[in-house]
C-alpha cells in the first residue's frame, strides 16, 4: 500500500486546516520544499500536494513551488486545489505531476471530468470529499446535496485513475479515517482509492491495509505533530 504524507501550501507556508476551516489553521516553520525534501531523505515514494490558494482562487497559485519540487526530488506527485480547467490540468502535467485531483469542478460539471480523462488517461485523480455521506464542494465551504455514492455511479466508467475520499468531519482532528463510508466507496468503485481524513497512528495505516480496493492512505497532521514518526511509517510504505 502506498503511503502519501501530505503538503499543503498557504501563502508559501505548509499549513494543516481542521476540517477544511480556513479560519481553523496551523502553520508550521518548515517551507513545502524542505517538507518535500524530509519526505524524499526518509524514503518515501508518493507524495499528496494541495494548493490552498489555489483552491480559494481557482488559480496555479503556487505553480513555481510545486515545479521546484517536482524538479529536485524523484517523487510521484498527486496535486489538487482549485483545478477548474483543462489549461490548469495541462500545466501541472507539464511540471511533473503523476496524477491532478479534479474535486468542486468535477462534481459541478461531470462533462469537464469526462474530458479531462480522455485528454489525460491515467492522470486524473478524483477528490471525493464528503459529510455525513453528501459531497462538499468550493474548499468544502458549499453542501452539493448529492450523495457520494450515487455521483460515483454515475461517473463510475469515465476512465478515471484513482479516487481520493475524504471524510471531512475526521480532516485534521486524528480520530481515525472513517474506514466503514471509505468501504462502501470502495466496494462500489472502478478504480482505487486513497483514504483521506483523520489518520492518527500506525494502526489505521495498517488497518487500511485489510481493505479491498484501496490503493494507498494520505497522512498529514499526524505526521507534522509528530504522532506518527516518518521512519515507522515509511516501513508501511510498498
Not at 524530509?38 to 490552498?52: E, R, S, T
Not at 475526521?170 to 468503485?189: C, L
Request: glycine fraction near 8%.
Amino acid at each position: 500500500m502506498k503511503i502519501f504524507p501530505a503538503i499543503d501550501i498557504k501563502d508559501k507556508k505548509c499549513v494543516r486546516l481542521v476540517r477544511g476551516d480556513f479560519n481553523n489553521k496551523t502553520e508550521y516553520e518548515m517551507s513545502p520544499i524542505e517538507q518535500a525534501e524530509k519526505y524524499k531523505d526518509y524514503g518515501f515514494k508518493n507524495l499528496h500536494m494541495v494548493d490552498l490558494d489555489g483552491a480559494l482562487t481557482g488559480e496555479t497559485v503556487n505553480l513555481d513551488i510545486i515545479q521546484d519540487i517536482f524538479n529536485k526530488f524523484d517523487l510521484k506527485i498527486e496535486i489538487g486545489g482549485g483545478i477548474r480547467n483543462i489549461e490548469s490540468i495541462k500545466k501541472y502535467i507539464d511540471a511533473g505531476a503523476e496524477k491532478v485531483i479534479l474535486g468542486s469542478a468535477a462534481i459541478k460539471n461531470k462533462n469537464f471530468l469526462k474530458e479531462a480523462c480522455k485528454k489525460f488517461p491515467n492522470k486524473i485523480a478524483l477528490g471525493l470529499d464528503a459529510k455525513d455521506g453528501y459531497l462538499s464542494v468550493s474548499g468544502w465551504k458549499e453542501n452539493s446535496n448529492q450523495l457520494t455514492l450515487d455521483y460515483l455511479k454515475e461517473v463510475n466508467d469515465y476512465g478515471i485513475s484513482r479516487l481520493i475520499y475524504t471524510d471531512i468531519n475526521r480532516d485534521g482532528m486524528k480520530q481515525g479515517p472513517n474506514f466503514e463510508e471509505t468501504s462502501r466507496v470502495a466496494e462500489i468503485s472502478n478504480f482505487p482509492v486513497i483514504i483521506s481524513g483523520g489518520v492518527s497512528s500506525i494502526d489505521d495505516i495498517k488497518k487500511a491495509k485489510s481493505l479491498n480496493n484501496i490503493e494507498g492512505i494520505i497522512v498529514g497532521k499526524a505526521i507534522y505533530d509528530g504522532d506518527i514518526k516518518l521512519e515507522e511509517l515509511v516501513k508501511e510504505d510498498a
